[in-house]
């Protein structure tokens, strides 16, 4: 079965990076493009940006390009994505889905999410 | 972008009542609108996919219509496991964006 297991809680400072992984199983890794959505505490979810898992190609929301990095290591089937320039309002759940029939019919995998927390 | 608006934003109801969501879209996504069922502390669930279309596995008590600008969930028959906060999604542009969620408490 369709599986998506992300990184454990984190706790960095202002200024700092971080990297969250997002382990996958289940299925071919290459097949199907990788989301990323965030939910910061009392806001809805957002849309962070996509890699594709087979070549490799990225696409991100405006307000992240600047700060974030997705990555993707296809003999580990894992996807990651790197946010640097941490700030407060950088605190949130962060989720990476995937959609098997495509982006258009909703995500139906998802990982269990990844708390970060940025506090000096 | 898209801005998607849910109404109500909260909502109290009892077991065996039937309730909706309604899920307004700022300008026409066609049918590219999906429901997610969230529970604290864990990630969303897909429930339904085109504005209508039941996700495989999901309790037939959950229904979806709409088209346009305009879109409701509804609910039959509530059950405990129910009560939750569901989001709406547009998946016609990108970005994609979500609604700000609609929390189901039990009354």
């Known amino acids: 079965q369709v599986e998506l297991v992300q990184s454990g809680a984190d706790v960095k400072k202002p200024g700092a990076s971080v990297k969250v992984s997002c382990k996958t199983s289940?299925?071919?890794?290459?097949?199907?493009?990788i989301v990323w959505v965030c939910q910061a505490p009392g806001h809805r979810l957002e849309w962070m940006g996509w890699?594709?898992?087979?070549?490799?190609?990225?696409k991100y929301s405006q307000k992240f390009q600047d700060r974030v990095t997705f990555t993707r290591d296809t003999s580990a089937s894992t996807a990651y994505m790197e946010l640097s320039s941490l700030r407060s309002e950088d605190t949130a759940v962060y989720y990476c889905a995937i959609s098997l029939g495509g982006f258009a019919y909703g995500f139906d995998y998802w990982g269990q999410g990844t708390l970060l927390t940025v506090s000096s | 972008d898209i801005q998607m608006t849910q109404t109500p934003s909260s909502l109290s109801a009892s077991v065996g009542d039937k309730v909706t969501i309604n899920c307004r879209a700022s300008q026409t996504i066609a049918t590219y609108l999906n429901w997610y069922q969230q529970k604290a502390g864990e990630a969303p669930k897909l429930l339904i996919y085109?504005?209508?279309t039941l996700r495989s596995g999901v309790p037939s008590r959950f229904s979806g219509s709409g088209s346009g600008t305009s879109f409701t969930l509804t609910i039959n028959t509530l059950q405990p496991d129910d009560f939750a906060t569901y989001h709406c999604?547009?998946?016609?542009?990108?970005?994609?964006?979500f609604g700000q969620g609609t929390k189901l408490e039990i009354q």
């Open positions: 085109a504005a209508s």
């Open positions: 999604q547009q998946s016609y542009s990108t970005p994609t964006t």
């Open positions: 289940g299925y071919t890794f290459t097949t199907y493009t």
């Open positions: 890699v594709n898992a087979g070549n490799g190609d990225t």
